[in-house]
T-cell receptor
Framework: KAGVTQTPRYLIKTRGQQVTLSCSPI?????VSWYQQTPGQGLQFLFE???????NKGNFPGRFSGRQFSNSRSEMNVSTLELGDSALYLC?????????????FGPGTRLTVL | AQKVTQAQTEISVVEKEDVTLDCVYE???????LFWYKQPPSGELVFLIR??????QNEISGRYSWNFQKSTSSFNFTITASQVVDSAVYFC?????????????FGSGTRLQVQP
């Protein structure tokens, strides 16, 4: 079974631009969560989608948004990029909503904002 | 609010030594899940174990073992006879269960370096 895939793997943008990251969950998984990892703040939860609906959201500004499609693939968008948005963005998928099943993480997208 | 503390920032051992990674958590929930993940240099988080708050049995999987103690709010991870391939950053994480919320609260991670 293929794992979680994320595209692109690396991205370089400049301040003020916007970016869209993509995540394809494991086949059959309906829950997708996004996390941001930075050296200063560590791993922080962004949001979770289940059956195309946002179920939970972390403490991030409105510049961070996401969506999920009917095939469970998910995208996250960051508008008006700031230098502090440079991070590794990790996507995780799981079979069920909630903590009853394990989350499997993708390799991440490393975003650099110049 | 939930909180996970991994006080050990970095640990360096020589191959074949045993090493224990500490994890202390805080939560007001009576039902919760605890996790350990491994992050090798490639960046991908690899799931190691999940433990729910009602199951305090220790678990052993090969060279890995976990000690869950609710009385001290700790969920420590021991690697026996460490190997160079164990070098990675290890994260402990906590998740609420009753509300069905997915969010994992991660500790700051412990970087383990196993020297040959």
């Amino acid at each position: 079974k293929a794992g979680v895939t994320q595209t692109p793997r690396y991205l370089i943008k400049t301040r003020g631009q916007q970016v869209t990251l993509s995540c394809s969950p494991i086949s059959g998984h309906r829950s997708v969560s996004w996390y941001q990892q930075t050296p200063g703040q560590g791993l922080q939860f962004l949001f979770e989608y289940f059956s195309e609906t946002q179920r939970n959201k972390g403490n991030f500004p409105g510049r961070f948004s996401g969506r999920q499609f009917s095939n469970s693939r998910s995208e996250m968008n960051v508008s008006t990029l700031e230098l502090g948005d440079s991070a590794l963005y990790l996507c995780a998928s799981s079979l069920e909503q909630g903590a009853r099943s394990e989350q499997f993480f993708g390799p991440g997208t490393r975003l650099t904002v110049l | 609010a939930q909180k996970v503390t991994q006080a050990q920032t970095e640990i360096s051992v020589v191959e074949k030594e045993d090493v224990t990674l500490d994890c202390v958590y805080e939560t007001r929930d009576t039902t919760y899940y605890l996790f350990w993940y491994k992050q090798p240099p490639s960046g991908e988080l690899v799931f190691l174990i999940r433990r729910n708050s009602f199951d305090e049995q220790n678990e052993i999987s090969g060279r890995y073992s976990w000690n869950f103690q609710k009385s001290t709010s700790s969920f420590n991870f021991t690697i026996t006879a460490s190997q160079v391939v164990d070098s990675a950053v290890y994260f402990c994480a906590l998740s609420e269960a009753p509300t069905g919320r997915r969010a994992l609260t991660f500790g700051s991670g412990t970087r383990l370096q196993v020297q040959p």
